[in-house]
């Protein structure tokens, strides 16, 4: 028996590049994330986090 005229193999080249795209999302942190750890704490936040480690050690002021 030989396949009808209409039978072709459906083309999933577009589905599997579209979930390829999702996985590589998933993987990665998104843009924002890593442009929050990328920036500097700056003068208020390496005081702030001065403070905090003091408290943490113990100290008092």
Known sequence: M????IDKPKDRSEIR???YMRLK?????????RGLH???????G???MREF?????G???
């Open 46 to 48: 390496a005081a702030r």
């Open 2 to 5: 030989t396949k009808h005229v």
């Open 25 to 33: 999302r998933e993987e990665t942190p998104h843009a924002a994330v």
């Open 53 to 57: 480690l003091r408290i943490e050690r």
């Open 17 to 19: 590049a579209r979930e």
């Open 38 to 44: 990328a920036r500097s704490l700056g003068a208020r």
């Open 59 to 61: 100290r008092e002021a």
